[in-house]
């Protein structure tokens, strides 16, 4: 395929000012679009766009199947717990947010690819460049705010467990869930008050942020954007630890008995694998770009659009962790393997033990000392 040649002829509507998306750099770009490109682009998009589709209606499913039981428990008797329910709503609003963005920016990529169509004939006036640039801005940050907004209320859910009541807890996940897109969409919304600016990327096909430090107000811009992906991602890793370790002394103490976190466990590890993809595809992007308008540096492409590559699998990556992370679909891939909490207790007793006996016959005994053993039951039955 011939790269695309502009038409000299042609001139913009507004011949003695360069709108300011095309202001750094303008399309056409020397770049030739192979096929394999487009069909790339297509399969990248495709594979994304059925992957959170299909993780949205397992997960619809399964809110819909623990709001009727929910409904259908007799009166007087206490009904299910509402943290899976709240942990839904929150994986329902990154697998859609995720499916908007791919459907979204993947259209708008795929087309270019497929039909090499002039951006500065198509959008003079930079309309559709600064749609698609601050679509970019909001549905990267949403997964990561997201995320830590999940570890803020697993944070809740397992170290205060009493402090807030269960009948509103699915109306404070929609509400998050709401805040986080407000909050993501008012950032990325930042250049149409004059904080920064969305300009066209090499090779013509996306619209981004311009990373510089040229302009107070793109350092500004590209400053945000860094520090609130990175805060977010340090919020998710120091809750999430915190959360991880209280998880642990609760299933492993002398009420271990008493209190049933078979899906405390399932919706930890869940969302332990949602922060670690979200911190290995985001991170190298998010400082790439404070790191380069901070030395003042001129961003190279290469990078940008590698790091930029890491970050898009995130949005194909977060549907599998719970369609693949489930006990149900554990059990099926692996069923020799006891999923319950059951399993859990003994293996981190046994882990334990290990850590003694390396630390030799004084630690062990002042270990043994100072652990008491967990009492011998039955594990309870597992509910998928």
């Excluded at 993501?184 to 013509?204: F, K």
Aim: some cysteine.
């Amino acid at each position: 395929m011939q790269p695309h040649v502009i038409d000299s002829n042609w001139t913009s509507p507004s011949a003695n000012e360069t709108p300011l998306c095309y202001s750094i750099s303008s399309p056409p770009y020397s770049y030739t679009s192979t096929l394999a490109s487009a069909y790339f682009s297509a399969v990248f998009s495709g594979l994304g766009l059925s992957s959170n589709l299909f993780a949205l209606v397992v997960l619809l499913r399964a809110l819909s199947l623990r709001c009727a039981a929910r409904s259908a428990s007799r009166p007087g008797s206490r009904p299910p717990r509402s943290s899976r329910s709240s942990f839904l709503i929150f994986l329902c609003g990154l697998v859609f947010t995720d499916f908007m963005g791919l459907m979204v920016t993947g259209s708008i990529v795929v087309s270019f690819h497929a039909t090499q169509f002039n951006w500065r004939r198509l959008d003079p006036h930079c309309h559709f460049c600064n749609f698609m640039g601050t679509s970019m801005v909001f549905y990267g940050l949403c997964p990561l705010l997201l995320g830590a907004a999940m570890a803020v209320e697993r944070f809740m859910g397992i170290n205060r467990p009493f402090s807030r009541s269960g009948n509103m807890s699915r109306r404070r996940a929609c509400l998050m869930v709401a805040l986080v897109w407000l909050f993501a969409g008012t950032v990325a919304l930042l250049p149409q008050v004059g904080v920064g600016s969305y300009h066209i990327q090499y090779p013509g096909s996306w619209c981004f942020l311009h990373i510089s430090a040229e302009l107070g107000r793109d350092l500004t811009f590209c400053l945000v954007f860094s520090l609130v992906g990175l805060l977010s991602l340090a919020t998710s890793f120091l809750l999430n630890t915190v959360s991880v370790v209280t998880l642990l002394r609760v299933c492993c103490g002398p009420d271990a008995v008493q209190r049933r976190r078979d899906h405390e466990v399932e919706m930890m590890v869940q969302l332990i694998f949602i922060m670690l993809i979200a911190s290995v595809c985001w991170c190298p992007l998010l400082v790439f770009i404070a790191a380069t308008v901070l030395r003042g540096d001129t961003a190279q492409i290469p990078y940008l659009l590698l790091w930029l590559r890491f970050a898009t699998w995130n949005q194909i990556l977060d549907p599998w962790v719970y369609i693949l992370f489930r006990r149900s679909v554990l059990k099926h891939v692996y069923p020799p393997m006891d999923w319950s909490r059951g399993s859990i207790l003994s293996l981190y007793t046994s882990v334990r033990k290990l850590t003694r006996a390396s630390l030799g016959p004084e630690g062990g005994a002042k270990g043994s000392e100072q652990s008491p053993t967990p009492p011998q039951t039955n594990p309870p039955a597992d509910q998928s």
